[in-house]
């Protein structure tokens, strides 16, 4: 059974840095895009970020490039994105998410089969 469980949420000032972690557990992840996505109140889910478990390749919403970064550990078999020079417009509940590469949206929600429960980031003005 497939697991994602996210950490590392939290409340910071404008400006700060927090990195959330995506342990990843119940299957081999290789040939899957594993993504992290984030839906403020009153809003839809959207894409963040995007890295493929083979590669390392990454993909950013225009809104983040330059300010975060997705990364992964293979051995840890954990996914983590760092983010720096935090909005007040960052703030939502953040999740992760894998799903085959050859279905996984590169910058859409659509195509992930497993979701993990979500931690919240609040950025304080």
């Known amino acids: 059974q497939v697991q994602l469980v996210e950490s590392g949420g939290g409340l910071v000032q404008a400006g700060g840095s927090l990195r959330l972690s995506c342990a990843a557990s119940g299957r081999t992840f290789s040939g899957y895009a594993m993504g992290w996505f984030r839906q403020a109140p009153g809003k839809e889910r959207e894409f963040v970020a995007r890295i493929t478990w083979n590669s390392g390749m990454t993909y950013y919403t225009d809104s983040v490039k330059g300010r975060f970064t997705i990364s992964r550990d293979n051995a840890k078999n954990t996914v983590y994105l760092q983010m720096n020079s935090l909005k007040p417009e960052d703030t939502a509940v953040y999740y992760c998410?894998?799903?085959?590469?050859?279905?996984?949206?590169?910058?859409?929600?659509?195509?992930?089969?497993?979701w993990g429960q979500g931690t919240q980031v609040t950025v304080s003005s």
């Open positions: 998410a894998s799903g085959n590469l050859l279905r996984a949206s590169v910058t859409g929600t659509g195509g992930y089969d497993y």
